[in-house]
């Protein structure tokens, strides 16, 4: 993934430009070759053009052009109509109606939008929409620092990195608040240096009751999540500064470690979720966690880190495309070929 600073692309060096669906004339780049055949076709191919600016952007090296012609186009506008005054966007279906009442469906709403906006237009705090929804995020950050609401009134270690992720890649780095998310997150590690939902440390399984009373400390002294630790390491990947904490390594080698593993706590603890994957990112998977790895620095030639890159190379189509199992964003006609260009950058990064 790139920085919020680089939504304009990176001209090719002198020589090495090429129109789309040709290859250098010095041969196809490392990444290709490690696979049986080049995506980079398949990809160009769509008529899409949010996809192919960023194939251009991140696989090509070319100047896609100006970003604000992305926010223009028909797809955004019909995103943005439905977003509120207030900057939030209307959860679209009813919830469990005994949860309703504690949790921010209209939060988790507004993240899905961000997400799309800012990882499929390259949208950033430039349109004027992203301002009001960061804005609206902000209005549900506490004064400890976390954002909150999603679980009623308990830490949301994961959906709080979710939303921060997206926030840095929107262009909000430097600012103060952000920095105060970071702190929050630092604050509540587990003793192994990861993260978990400090309810499943407290109880071992959801505990609906807790939603509405004061928020549970976690239990520091109970293992890590490496499903949230995930999520959180997502957040640090984004950010150029705390990608190279610390903190960040040793999430990073804790979850590389456990990659294709049962995660300790219930409710996606099956080792079949890390893959089936999502773009936008939302949950851990394979391929989310992959992203961040690299990011961070973990080397390809981690046992199990190799082991993933091995498996999605055994996943490709004969056209050079995945199609993976999707969880989410199965109403994107596009979808398979967006979580196709998140593997490419994933595999252009390691090679």
Partial sequence: MRSPTQSQGKRAPSGARHRSGTTRKRGRPAWVRRLRFDPRPALLATPNPSLTYAVRRDLLEENPGPVRALWALPEVGRILR?????????YPGGGIPNHRATEDYDQIETYRNLGILVEKFAATRRLPAIQQAAEFMFTRQTTAGD?????????TPNYTAGILELLVKAGYARDARIRRVFDWLLSI?????GWAIPMLTRFGRWHQPSLSRPALAPDRSQPSSHMVTGVVLRAFAAHPSYRRSSAARTAAGFVAGRLFARDTYPGRDAPSFWTGVTFPFWFTDLLSALDSLTLIGVDAGHPKVAEALEWFARQQKNDGTWRLYAL???RDLNQSLWISLAICRVLRRVA
């Avoid at 439905?82 to 209307?90: A, H, K, L, Y």
């Avoid at 954002?147 to 830490?155: H, L, S």
């Fill in 82 to 90: 439905r977003q509120r005054p207030d900057g939030s966007w209307p």
């Fill in 147 to 155: 954002f909150r609401g999603i679980y009623g009134r308990q830490y």
């Fill in 189 to 193: 590690r587990q003793d192994d240096g």
């Fill in 328 to 330: 989410k964003g199965g």
